[in-house]
């Protein structure tokens, strides 16, 4: 896995110093890249490169140029079929210089365009400067695996795999996004294509971007393509295991030490059980929990590493937040407020510890119908929202009405159903996505207050997959809206950003395109018969894994955040949030101690609406410091102090 950057002027000569930072922009991403770095630059544009070497580790490195050098690529990610597109192209003419899978994108760009993103089976970002139509082409795999930021500043065209390589631009322009805050604390992510800086934007999974003096273009060129078309007659559980045990295949090349994550769940454990049918004696795998019993899989994880004879390595995290947590929260160069990139910090430490790549099961919970807590809910309020307007009514009057405690047994815990049947599908699913209230996000910014989550700012671009997608099924729309939202903006983000932190590149076989498509041509009364969660899934497992981990409840990959501000952490928030003013320009800090009073009472669990608020302060002042430092390199470098 690696880092890119550089910047490309729209029109006229690149401004050389925008150049002389390159280096330091590029030096910004040593982490994704601790092996070597290296950058290219000519009058128009200027490519930065830090390479972990994986594949042809003696001659990949980048930036890599075509034959006359007339297109240069810088790329981060990982092509699974390079090597069957490399016999194509040398059929057709091109010479190769090394054994790596860039050139072949490369190449494949000469002949093919911007088409040739059809072509890859892997995780990719990349960019390719084209000096002799003075074009410069971005691309991103087709489920978001690795990021890709961009910017205009000044006339020039800037990218990176994160925004803190932006800073080191001197004509970086950090203005927040006002409008992002609202975004932020409902979802806890800052929904793409925007970020929270203002001039700055993800380009989205499965698109492609193209600049020159004409303009800039961007084109989706990929999304699930058809849904609930598989036959009833199929054998889906046997062409599910088959396709996976290709996908983890696939994914098996590497010239450095491979290994796993392995959590509890059957996801992982899959995933193993593939890699040791094909390198059984090289199994490596590492797994992580809390002391609390209800954040702790390590049993459960230790039945299939025995199962499979793995060389496992575990252990019990009690993490020291006033160590780690800036360190987390400078990873993102965002707020993000997903606490299980913390036990995802841990696990890629040890992993990388013995291993420098480790295949995941990220993917399974989106395409196969994982999340039952949701999904089994979203599918019962439809059946409810059948019965007409009356019942609608009727459910929005005693949602209003119903009790609402921490104390209350879960199955009495019925105000959100009953609320959610009085609202439109889209809408249930998008409150039930949500990390914090409406009526809360809105007191928190001063805004006119509402119930309606009809009425935030990010509704309508987080709903769009649900709206739109062609399945007739709420509970198959649920899915593909969450591939699109919750997995792209969350998921694979906190593993990028938490295993790149450590040099460690992560692979993720349930998240192949063959995979998704299968998925998704399967109709969700496969995949959740009798609202029984990720069944086809089991049914593989049942094959494969052992019978003692199939019986055990799913705990999620999570952290005790609510206990964490009830107990051991509570001071530090104190003083981090309530005592300092750098929140108050963001949010009333007055709402956020009441939250927080209520909350160490236990009065109501407000666990992780205060750490989406921790999360938001601790950004503010992480990513000002590094601002600031950024700043002061560049002016450095125009004073002449340092070398260009």
């Given at each position: 896995?690696?880092?890119?950057?550089?910047?490309?002027?729209?029109?006229?000569?690149?401004?050389?110093?925008?150049?002389?930072?390159?280096?330091?922009?590029?030096a910004?991403?040593?982490?994704?890249?601790p092996?070597?770095?290296?950058?290219?630059?000519?009058?128009?544009?200027?490519?930065?490169?830090?390479?972990?070497?994986?594949?042809?580790?003696?001659?990949?490195?980048?930036?890599?140029?075509?034959?006359?050098?007339?297109?240069?690529?810088?790329?981060?990610?990982?092509?699974?079929?390079?090597?069957?597109?490399?016999?194509?192209?040398?059929?057709?003419?091109?010479?190769?210089?090394?054994?790596?899978?860039?050139?072949?994108?490369?190449?494949?760009?000469?002949?093919l365009?911007?088409?040739?993103?059809d072509?890859?089976?892997?995780?990719?970002?990349?960019?390719?400067?084209?000096?002799?139509?003075?074009?410069?082409?971005?691309?991103?795999?087709?489920?978001?695996?690795?990021?890709?930021?961009?910017?205009?500043?000044?006339?020039?065209?800037?990218?990176?795999?994160?925004?803190?390589?932006?800073?080191?631009?001197?004509?970086?322009?950090?203005?927040?996004?006002?409008?992002?805050?609202?975004?932020?604390?409902?979802?806890?992510?800052?929904?793409?294509?925007?970020?929270?800086?203002?001039?700055?934007?993800?380009?989205?999974?499965?698109?492609?971007?193209?600049?020159?003096?004409?303009?800039?273009?961007?084109?989706?060129?990929?999304?699930?393509p058809?849904?609930?078309?598989?036959?009833?007659?199929?054998?889906?559980?046997?062409?599910?295991?088959?396709?996976?045990?290709?996908?983890?295949?696939?994914?098996l090349?590497?010239?450095?030490?491979l290994?796993?994550?392995?959590?509890?769940?059957?996801?992982?454990?899959?995933?193993?059980?593939?890699m040791?049918?094909?390198?059984?004696?090289?199994?490596?795998?590492?797994?992580?929990?809390?002391?609390?019993?209800?954040?702790?899989?390590?049993?459960?994880?230790?039945?299939?590493?025995?199962?499979?004879?793995?060389?496992?390595?575990?252990?019990v995290?009690?993490?020291?937040?006033?160590?780690?947590?800036?360190?987390?929260?400078a990873?993102?160069?965002?707020?993000?407020?997903?606490?299980?990139?913390?036990?995802?910090?841990?696990?890629?430490?040890?992993?990388r510890?013995?291993?420098?790549?480790?295949?995941?099961?990220?993917?399974g919970?989106?395409a196969?119908?994982?999340?039952?807590?949701?999904y089994?809910?979203?599918?019962?309020?439809?059946?409810?929202?059948?019965?007409?307007?009356?019942?609608?009514?009727?459910?929005?009057?005693?949602?209003?009405?119903?009790?609402?405690?921490?104390?209350?047994?879960?199955?009495?815990?019925?105000?959100?159903?009953?609320?959610?049947?009085?609202?439109?599908?889209?809408?249930?699913?998008?409150?039930?996505?949500?990390?914090?209230?409406?009526?809360?996000?809105?007191?928190?910014?001063?805004?006119?207050?509402?119930?309606?989550?009809?009425?935030?700012?990010?509704?309508?671009?987080?709903?769009?997959?649900?709206?739109?997608?062609?399945?007739?099924?709420?509970?198959?729309?649920?899915?593909?809206?969450?591939?699109?939202?919750y997995?792209?903006?969350?998921?694979?983000?906190?593993?990028?950003?938490?295993?790149?932190?450590?040099?460690?590149?992560?692979?993720?076989?349930?998240?192949?395109?063959?995979?998704?498509?299968l998925?998704?041509?399967?109709?969700?009364?496969?995949?959740?018969?009798?609202?029984r969660p990720?069944?086809?899934?089991?049914a593989?497992a049942?094959?494969?894994?052992?019978?003692?981990?199939?019986?055990?409840?799913?705990?999620?990959?999570?952290?005790?955040?609510?206990?964490?501000?009830?107990?051991?952490?509570?001071?530090?928030?104190?003083?981090?949030?309530?005592?300092?003013?750098?929140?108050?320009?963001?949010?009333?800090v007055?709402?956020v101690?009441?939250?927080?009073?209520?909350h160490?009472?236990?009065?109501?669990?407000?666990?992780?609406?205060?750490?989406?608020?921790?999360?938001?302060?601790?950004?503010?002042?992480?990513?000002?410091?590094?601002?600031?430092?950024?700043?002061?390199?560049?002016?450095?470098?125009?004073s002449?102090?340092?070398?260009?």
């Amino acid at each position: 896995m690696c880092g890119i950057c550089g910047a490309f002027a729209l029109d006229g000569p690149l401004d050389p110093a925008i150049v002389a930072a390159l280096p330091a922009m590029t030096a910004s991403l040593a982490h994704r890249g601790p092996d070597a770095g290296a950058t290219f630059a000519d009058s128009v544009a200027a490519l930065g490169h830090r390479r972990l070497s994986i594949i042809d580790v003696a001659g990949g490195a980048q930036p890599i140029a075509n034959e006359d050098e007339s297109c240069w690529i810088v790329f981060n990610g990982e092509i699974y079929n390079h090597r069957d597109l490399r016999r194509d192209l040398v059929g057709r003419g091109h010479q190769f210089r090394t054994h790596s899978d860039t050139e072949t994108i490369l190449h494949g760009y000469e002949e093919l365009g911007p088409a040739v993103v059809d072509r890859l089976e892997g995780m990719f970002a990349f960019a390719i400067y084209d000096a002799r139509r003075r074009e410069l082409f971005l691309a991103r795999d087709r489920l978001g695996k690795k990021p890709l930021f961009y910017a205009t500043f000044a006339g020039v065209l800037h990218f990176a795999s994160e925004i803190k390589a932006l800073y080191r631009s001197p004509v970086w322009d950090g203005t927040v996004d006002g409008e992002a805050i609202e975004g932020y604390l409902s979802l806890g992510y800052v929904l793409g294509p925007g970020t929270i800086h203002r001039h700055v934007r993800k380009l989205g999974a499965g698109e492609w971007l193209k600049a020159s003096g004409r303009g800039t273009a961007i084109r989706r060129y990929w999304d699930v393509p058809v849904f609930d078309t598989l036959p009833a007659s199929a054998d889906v559980v046997s062409e599910i295991e088959a396709t996976l045990a290709t996908t983890v295949r696939d994914r098996l090349e590497s010239e450095v030490p491979l290994g796993a994550f392995l959590s509890g769940g059957i996801d992982s454990g899959l995933v193993v059980s593939f890699m040791a049918d094909a390198a059984p004696a090289a199994l490596v795998t590492a797994s992580v929990g809390f002391a609390e019993a209800a954040h702790n899989e390590l049993a459960a994880a230790r039945l299939t590493a025995d199962r499979y004879r793995s060389h496992h390595h575990e252990a019990v995290i009690e993490p020291r937040l006033d160590d780690v947590l800036d360190r987390v929260v400078a990873a993102f160069d965002e707020p993000f407020a997903d606490a299980s990139a913390i036990p995802t910090w841990y696990v890629s430490q040890i992993a990388r510890r013995h291993v420098t790549v480790a295949l995941s099961g990220d993917g399974g919970d989106e395409a196969w119908g994982g999340y039952s807590f949701r999904y089994v809910p979203h599918a019962l309020e439809g059946y409810v929202r059948r019965g007409g307007a009356s019942v609608r009514s009727l459910a929005a009057w005693a949602g209003r009405h119903w009790p609402s405690r921490p104390w209350l047994p879960k199955p009495l815990r019925l105000a959100t159903i009953l609320a959610n049947i009085a609202r439109d599908p889209a809408a249930a699913w998008f409150f039930d996505l949500c990390v914090m209230r409406p009526a809360t996000v809105r007191e928190l910014i001063g805004a006119a207050p509402t119930s309606r989550v009809e009425d935030m700012r990010v509704y309508e671009p987080a709903t769009e997959p649900y709206r739109t997608c062609p399945s007739a099924s709420p509970l198959q729309r649920a899915m593909y809206a969450d591939l699109k939202i919750y997995l792209q903006h969350d998921v694979l983000v906190k593993v990028d950003r938490m295993s790149m932190q450590h040099g460690l590149e992560v692979r993720c076989p349930l998240l192949d395109r063959r995979v998704v498509e299968l998925a998704f041509r399967t109709p969700a009364s496969r995949k959740m018969p009798r609202l029984r969660p990720k069944r086809l899934l089991r049914a593989v497992a049942e094959r494969r894994l052992p019978a003692d981990l199939l019986r055990l409840p799913k705990h999620g990959f999570s952290a005790p955040v609510g206990a964490w501000l009830r107990g051991a952490y509570a001071g530090m928030f104190q003083d981090q949030v309530l005592d300092r003013p750098g929140l108050a320009s963001l949010v009333d800090v007055r709402v956020v101690r009441r939250l927080f009073d209520e909350h160490r009472a236990g009065r109501a669990d407000h666990g992780q609406a205060l750490w989406t608020i921790w999360m938001l302060e601790r950004w503010e002042e992480v990513s000002s410091r590094a601002e600031m430092e950024a700043r002061e390199q560049v002016e450095k470098w125009k004073s002449g102090k340092v070398e260009k």
